[in-house]
C-alpha cells in the first residue's frame, strides 16, 4: 500500500476508506472528517479507529463508569482517582498504594495462555506506569461449567497463563475466585488485579508537558502481533453477526517486563521523567494521543524511529500494534543521558521518538512525511459516547431472592462441607440454571486447598449427575 | 562482614536475600551479573528468580556470566558460597555442585511451606543448625527435582554431602528427597527452598531460615 499522507488526504477528498472494516459506524467516520476538515489518512484511521473501539473508549459504557467518580464519597485518600492508569490511594506515614483491576476476556477465549498471561502484563505495566513497585496479583475468574468442552480447552491455558506470567515476575497471587456457570461457556472472563506500593511523592502521570521535553520508546521492539486486537477482538462481540475476524492475540514475555520493571523503578529513584504511559491496548496510538492530552496537547513523533521485530510493518500497523513490555516516557533533554544510561544497563532497548511541542496537535511523521495531524483530545478522550437503551432483566429479583449464604470457609473441612452444600439437591434446584456456582476466596487458604477445591468440583458434579440419573459428561482432567 | 548478592536480569529474590543477610549481622553488597567485580565481599549468595529468562536450560546462561567467573574462582578458593532455588541451578550449571535440577515429577509449579531435615552442619551455610532439626521455609519452583547418577548420589551420601532432605511426602520427585548438597569442602551449599523468605515472623512462616545466614558470619569469624 502506497504512503498515505496528509497532503494526499488534502489532495484526494473522495477515496474510499475501509471505515466499517476498521470497526467505524458511518456517522462516527463523517465525526473524524468533520473534526479534521477533510478525509482522514489511513494512519489516522487507524488511530481513530483503534481508540474510538469500545475497548479503548468505553464509549456504551462511559455513562455508567463515570458515577465512580461523581458518586464517590469525597476523601483526602484518594491521592489519585478515575482517569489515570490506576488509583492510588494513601496509607499513612507518606506511603500509598495502587490497584487497578482489568479483564483480559476474549483474547484469553481465543489463545487462552497468551490471553491471561498479557492480562497479567499489562495490568502490572498500568501499576508500574504510576510510580510503584508492583508486589501481588489476583486472578478472579469465571468459567462454563467444569464439565463442557470449552472449559476443558480455556481453562488449563489460562491458570497456567496467570501463574506463569506472574511467577516469572517475582509476584506472588494473594487470591482469586472462580465460578463456574454455563452463563461463561464461549465467554470465559479473566481478570487480573495487580497492587503496587509507593511512596507520595513516587506519583507519576500520563501527561507530556514542557515544550523540548523528549518522548521517549524503551522496552521491547514493536512487531506485528496484535495488530487490531484492541477493536477487532475486543469491540465487535456486542453484535457479531459478521464473519469470525482473525485471531490477533498479542505473545506475551514476562522476562523482559520483569528488567522493564527494575529499568523503570531505578529511572523513577534518579526522578528522570515527566510524566509516563505503558503501551497497551492500541499501542502507540494510545500512548501518544493520551500522553498528548494529559499535557499541553503538542507532540510530535518520527514513526519511522520505531525500533521494530518486523522491518516490513507499515506505518499504520506501527500505530496499532499492541506488542507487549512497552513504555513511553517524557523526559527533560538535561535527563535524557542519564536515562539512556540506566536503560543500557538493563540492555532496555530504548529510542528517542519524538518531542513535547507548544502547539496543540500531535503530528506523526514517516520519513519526513506527515501522515498524522490531530487534535489529540479527540483521539484519546472525545470519542463517540452512547446511551444504549436500558432494561432490568426478569431473572435479577427471582436470582436475588435465592441467594444461598454460607459462611466464608477457611478451613480444608469447612470448604468441603461448603462445597457439598452449594451442591446438594435443593440447592442444585435453587440454582436451577448454574450447574455449580460456588465462590471461595483463596485468601489464607493454602495453595493444597485450592487443588482440593477444584478436584472437589468435579467429585460433587458427578455425584449430581448420579442423583439424577444422566450420563456422565466428560470431566475435565487435574487442573 | 560483607555478603554479596548477585543480581542477573530476571533475578527475583535479591531483595529478600540481600534483607536476610542484613538481619543476620552482616552488610549486604549488590552484585551486578555484568561487572566481573566481587567488591571485596566475603560470601556470595545467588538468589532465586528466572535469570535471563530462564528459556534455555535454568541456569545455562547466568553460569557464563561476567561475575561468575571471579565468583566460581573465589569458590574454588574457598569462599562461602550459597546458591538458592535458581542460585542451585547456576551451581550445578556451573559444576560448583554435581547433579541437576529438573522438572517437578508431577510437572506443576510448587509452592508451599516445605519441612526440612538439616543433616549435615558441618558446611559454612548450616553450622547453627543441629543436625536432624526439623525447620519450615517456602519452597517455590517448577523445576526443583533433582537428579544425578547412582555414582554420584552414592559420592554424597557416603560423604554426609547432602545438606537437607525434605520431610514427608517428596514433593518433587527428588532423588532420595534431596533438597540441598554441599560440595566436598563444605564452603557451596545449593538449596532448593528459600531460608531468605522466613527470617522473621513477620514476613515468613517461621524464622527458621535465618540460621543458614547466621552461619556464614559464624564461619568467618572464626
Known sequence: MALDTVAIAQANPDTNQPFAELGLKGDEYARIKEILGRRPTSSELAMYSVMWSEHCSYKSSKVHLKQFGEKAVKTDALLVGIGENAGVVDVGQGYAVTFKIESHNHPSFIEPYQGAATGIGGIVRDILTMGARPIAVMDPLRFGPADAPDTRRVLPGIIAGVGGYGNCLGLPNIGGEVVFDETYIGNPLVNALCVGVMKHSDIKLAKAAGAGNLVVLYGAKTGGDGIGGVSVLASETFDATGPAKRPAVQVGDPFVEKVLIECSLEIFAEDLVVGIQDLGGAGLSCATSELASGGSGGMKVELDRVPLRDATLSPEEILMSESQERMCAIVEPKHIERFLEICKKWDVTVTVIGEVTDGERLEITWHGELIVDVPPRTVAHEGPVYNRPLAKPKYVDRVNAEVVNVPRPETAAQIKETVLKLAQPQTWQINLGLHLNMIVMFREIPFNHSQMILEWCVLTRKQIWELQSQPMPTLIGHI | ?222
Open chain 2, 1 to 222: 562482614m560483607k555478603v554479596g548478592v548477585v543480581t542477573f536480569p530476571g533475578t527475583l529474590d535479591d531483595r529478600d536475600a540481600a534483607r536476610a543477610a542484613t538481619h543476620a549481622g552482616t552488610t549486604a553488597v549488590s552484585l551486578w551479573h555484568n561487572d566481573a567485580d566481587l567488591k571485596s565481599v566475603d560470601a556470595v549468595i545467588l538468589p532465586g528468580g528466572f535469570s535471563y529468562g530462564d528459556y534455555l536450560r535454568c541456569g545455562a546462561i547466568s553460569r557464563f556470566a561476567p561475575v561468575m567467573e571471579k565468583i566460581i574462582d573465589a569458590a574454588n578458593g574457598g569462599m562461602p558460597l550459597l546458591g538458592i532455588c535458581n542460585g542451585f541451578q547456576v551451581l550445578c550449571e556451573a559444576h560448583l555442585l554435581p547433579g541437576a535440577l529438573t522438572r517437578n515429577h508431577e510437572l506443576h509449579f510448587l509452592c508451599r511451606d516445605q519441612k526440612l531435615e538439616i543433616t549435615n552442619n558441618q558446611t559454612a551455610w548450616t553450622s547453627s543448625y543441629k543436625v536432624g532439626q526439623e525447620i519450615v521455609i517456602p519452597l517455590k519452583n517448577g523445576e526443583g527435582s533433582f537428579q544425578c547418577d547412582d555414582a554420584t548420589l552414592a559420592a554424597l551420601e557416603g560423604e554426609g554431602r547432602i545438606v537437607a532432605r525434605y520431610v514427608g511426602e517428596n514433593p518433587n520427585g527428588s532423588r532420595n528427597k534431596i533438597a540441598g548438597i554441599t560440595n566436598e569442602r563444605g564452603n557451596v551449599v545449593g538449596l532448593m527452598p528459600h531460608p531468605e523468605h522466613a527470617i522473621d515472623p513477620l514476613t515468613g512462616p517461621t524464622a527458621d531460615g535465618l540460621a543458614f545466614f547466621t552461619s556464614v558470619l559464624n564461619a568467618m569469624v572464626k
